[in-house]
T-cell receptor, first 114, second 113 residues
Framework: ELKVEQNPLFLSMQEGKNYTIYCNYSTTSDRLYWYRQDPGKSLESLFVLLSNGAVKQEGRLMASLDTKARLSTLHITAAVHDLSATYFCAVANAGGTSYGKLTFGQGTILTVHP | DSGVTQTPKHLITATGQRVTLRCSPRSGDLSVYWYQQSLDQGLQFLIQYYNGEERAKGNILERFSAQQFPDLHSELNLSSLELGDSALYFC????????????FGEGSRLTVL
């Protein structure tokens, strides 16, 4: 059974600082996704990582994937208050044709304060 | 706006009752997925339909069922409701093959009293 673990689960950051969220998963997969969720809202797709070594950047966020280590990271550069949200990584089950059957991590609640 | 529409947004009902949640996928997307988000279980995959046919099943209770209609909208039926069924139910859609990226609706918040 695929398990996905994020850490930390809670992250309180000062504006302007850098930090990394880690996502480890237990079985082989080459498809990993990062989503953002604001309180009581929907999930917004941030990154789609489809191969070993994939790196994607958007604004102050950068995501990478190491399929051999079964690890993805979400790096936050010079945090701003608008980044406060819950961030989820999700891994697609390997094999089969249902790539949308995702296993989500627990989520990391990020709070950025002045 | 992801283009995925869910109704109702909020629903309050009593234990033992039955409810139906509705989802319209993005234009052109053939796959629909249902996910449940609760405080104790997190985000869990329930079921997937592709062009009207069930394609994958997750941790969906026997009291729950879903279907996808010819116009591609989907319904999730929850019956004999229990307090523990209170959750946010998300529908998502995708282009079937491509990247597998899912686009989520705003969710239906179900409260069972």
């Amino acid at each position: 059974e695929l398990k996905v673990e994020q850490n930390p689960l809670f992250l309180s950051m000062q504006e302007g600082k850098n930090y990394t969220i880690y996502c480890n998963y237990s079985t082989t997969s080459d498809r990993l996704y990062w989503y953002r969720q604001d309180p009581g809202k929907s999930l917004e797709s941030l990154f789609v990582l489809l191969s070993n070594g994939a790196v994607k950047q958007e604004g102050r966020l950068m995501a990478s994937l190491d399929t051999k280590a079964r690890l993805s990271t979400l790096h936050i550069t010079a945090a701003v208050h608008d980044l406060s949200a819950t961030y989820f990584c999700a891994v697609a089950n390997a094999g089969g044709t249902s790539y949308g059957k995702l296993t989500f991590g627990q989520g990391t609640i990020l709070t950025v304060h002045p | 706006d992801s283009g995925v529409t869910q109704t109702p947004k909020h629903l309050i009902t009593a234990t033992g009752q039955r409810v139906t949640l509705r989802c319209s996928p993005r234009s052109g997307d053939l796959s629909v997925y249902w996910y449940q988000q609760s405080l104790d279980q997190g985000l869990q995959f329930l079921i997937q339909y592709y062009n009207g046919e069930e394609r994958a099943k997750g941790n969906i209770l026997e009291r729950f069922s879903a279907q996808q209609f010819p116009d591609l909208h989907s319904e999730l039926n929850l019956s004999s409701l229990e307090l523990g069924d209170s959750a946010l139910y998300f529908c998502a859609s995708s282009v079937f093959v491509a990247t597998g990226e899912l686009f989520f609706g705003e969710g239906s918040r179900l409260t069972v009293l």
